[in-house]
């Protein structure tokens, strides 16, 4: 398991495009390196596509993928994970997030309480389809993981 | 040769590689021939009835193969394939 580190500018944009989102769910792509550890320079905003129950579920539209992964050749970047939050609920995976989880990526979550980020955590899957959590720092090596 | 973009999470499959060159006449034959480049891939893009997972997306270009000739969709050489798999989720 490697950590996820972010840069303060990455991780900053991240929250606040949360806590705009509130009281909807947010989602969005990160894009870094990935050597030992995976390093998260460059935070996308994507439409949550879901308009029936946004409060507790996003989905991201194909096209939207597709432009993720552009962006990620076009950089020469890495296209790391997705980041989505979890209004007024624990940064824990659901069952819902495991079902639509994709093996190697990185999956962050942010829990956003009355409008402000509580926690935010990073899950991958395992060999047996099962998340286990990533440690997460910024980038003065302060572990910000927290649920 | 037509071009297939692999997705970020299915490259552990493909050696890292992050697209495959075929000269595949349609969609479906592309998929097939990239799953025999890579065998660890197969069920990744197959159901066990053998046919492109439902949950999969596939597109030519900036469309979806759904609105054109799904699966049977031809192939020219300067065409750009991407496989995209569902993203969603949410504290549900």
Known sequence: MKEVRFTDQAIEKMHKHLVASYPHEGCGFFYGKIGDRKEVVEIRE??????TNPERIFEIAPIDYVK?????????????GVYHSHPDHP??????????????????????????????????????NKFIQEPVFDNVEKQITNL | MAKVIIPTPLRKFTDNQASFETNSENVYD????????????????FDEQGQIRSFLRIYLGDE?????????????????????????????
Not at chain 1, 97 to 122: C, H, M, R, W
Not at chain 2, 30 to 45: E, N, T, Y
């Open chain 1, 46 to 51: 994507v439409e949550n596509q879901n308009k």
């Open chain 1, 68 to 80: 993720a992964e552009r962006y990620a050749i076009v950089n020469d970047l890495d296209l790391i």
């Open chain 1, 91 to 128: 940064a824990v995976p659901s069952p819902t997030d495991l079902k639509f989880a994709q093996p190697n990526f990185s999956y962050v979550i942010v829990s956003i309480v009355k409008g402000e980020v509580a926690a935010t955590s990073s899950w991958t899957l395992n060999e047996s």
């Open chain 2, 30 to 45: 592309a998929i097939k021939a990239l799953s025999g480049a890579f065998p660890d891939i197969q069920k990744h893009l």
């Open chain 2, 64 to 92: 979806d193969i759904n609105v054109l000739d799904k699966e049977k969709t031809s192939l020219k050489a300067e065409d750009v394939l991407s496989i995209i798999p569902a993203i969603a989720g949410g504290k549900n």
